[in-house]
């Protein structure tokens, strides 16, 4: 079992940065540069959607509306995955939510992930 937990949401005016980080405790047997890790997000009544997923070996790609402004990385030695979310928009504002999965790749979709974070508020006013 792999836990994960989200920080760094908060509230931000339009056009400003934030940093989202997620630190993972990979399960027994598994090491965490092994594992594909993701950023999702989600509004109420809506569908979660992907943001960025970074494969086990660095290769990352995003969702067309965060292309050019948001940065997915990872720090293997810290077990943390991160998220650089620069010329924030209104629509940006959801809770972010960190996953992963065993296998070294992942597609951008919610079903190639198996573990879950609680999530974390991003809001972004206008």
């Known amino acids: 079992q792999v836990q994960l937990v989200e920080s760094g949401g908060g509230s931000v005016q339009a056009g400003g940065s934030l940093r989202l980080s997620c630190a993972a405790s990979?399960?027994?047997?598994?090491?965490?540069?092994?594992?594909?890790m993701g950023w999702f997000r989600q509004v109420p009544g809506k569908e979660r959607e992907g943001v960025a997923t970074i494969d086990s070996d660095g290769t990352t790609s995003y969702a067309d509306p965060v292309k050019g402004r948001f940065t997915i990385s990872r720090d293997n030695a810290k077990n943390t995955l991160y998220l650089q979310m620069n010329s924030l928009k209104p629509e940006d504002t959801a809770m972010y939510y960190c996953?992963?999965?065993?296998?070294?790749?992942?597609?951008?979709?919610?079903?190639?992930?198996?573990?879950w974070g609680q999530g974390t508020q991003v809001t972004v006013s206008s």
């Open positions: 996953a992963a999965d065993p296998r070294w790749w992942s597609r951008l979709r919610e079903s190639d992930f198996r573990y």
């Open positions: 990979p399960g027994s047997g598994y090491t965490y540069s092994g594992y594909s």
